[in-house]
């Protein structure tokens, strides 16, 4: 099986990257290797690799920055997504997209199903929207998975972030009215990996299980990072509310996605987001 795996540097293309079966003839790339809003330049090059399988992990994911850069955004979370899918369905490959839980907005108060409304509050989730939308568009056989608070060893995320903070301050201001669930990227990956052999299709949602604020999120990475030795002094950690921190785009007060169906397709369960933290923190503790 050609497998093409884009954005292949980052935390989730590193994770299907180590993961990937045996048998898999992989390609991966990422934004040095190919523009992928050049249309082009990727069509020229899906024609010369040929996959049977496109895992796209690619994404522009600056939340922030996104607001003034809406051409940037839409360039790879909209139009690249639409190229791909095209490029997939024209060859009767699979395509594999990533999205995200900000395209869902406020309202609401239990895990979200895939087929909710959705109604994103800024650019990043209003572009990745537009990718969900051509990647069904244009190559009807099409997964889309959301996920979100994706971290990993590999990249930088939230973890690593709050491990550097808390061994440099000796307070720490942690958002704590917004709800969701971490994800690790390893999970995500082998759960891509098993869809794809299943030809799951569709949209489906997957992140660990449990539910977490940013705040309890910070505070169990500091509680299993003392406990094994990674962290020698502990910071106090200050729960803070959302206008606290005031950011340019808005972001999800409630946006815990509900991926029972996932875990059903297949076979198993997520881990409890907690239980993947403290591998994740063992992997930093051995380098």
């Not at 922030?64 to 009767?92: H, P, W, Y």
């Not at 939230?158 to 971490?182: S, Y």
């Not at 002094?233 to 991926?259: G, H, K, M």
Request: with cysteine.
């Amino acid at each position: 099986m050609k497998v093409l795996i884009t954005g292949h540097r980052g935390q989730l293309g590193d994770a299907l990257l180590k993961c990937a079966p045996a048998d898999a003839e992989i390609t991966a790339i990422d934004r040095d290797e190919l523009d992928l809003t050049q249309p082009d330049a990727v069509t020229a090059f899906v024609d010369d690799c040929a996959p049977d399988l496109i895992l796209n992990a690619a994404a522009y994911t600056a939340v922030d920055r996104a607001e003034i850069d809406q051409a940037a955004a839409q360039a790879v979370n909209g139009d690249a997504v639409g190229t791909l899918a095209s490029l997939a369905s024209k060859r009767g490959a699979k395509l594999i997209h990533i999205s995200t839980d900000f395209v869902f907005g406020d309202g609401a108060s239990r895990p979200i199903p895939p087929d909710a409304p959705t109604n994103p509050l800024g650019v990043y989730g209003a572009t990745k929207l537009d990718g969900e939308h051509r990647a069904i568009a244009n190559a009807p056989d099409a997964l889309v998975i959301r996920t979100a608070w994706v971290y990993a060893p590999h990249g930088g995320n939230f973890v690593k972030t709050m491990l550097r903070l808390m061994g440099e301050r000796p307070e720490i201001r942690v958002v704590a009215d917004q709800i969701g669930a971490p994800t690790y990227a390893p999970g995500l990956a082998a759960a891509m990996w098993t869809l794809a052999d299943a030809g799951a299709q569709g949209i489906m949602h997957y992140s660990d299980a449990g539910a977490a604020s940013w705040y309890d999120f910070a505070v169990a990475i500091q509680e299993e990072a003392l406990a094994i030795g990674l962290l020698d002094r502990a910071a106090t950690i200050v729960p803070i509310r959302t206008e606290d921190y005031p950011t340019p785009a808005r972001r999800p007060a409630y946006s815990l996605l509900d991926s029972s169906a996932t875990w059903a397709a297949l076979g198993w369960p997520a881990p409890h987001w907690r239980t993947n933290l403290r591998t994740m923190l063992q992997e930093l503790l051995h380098g």
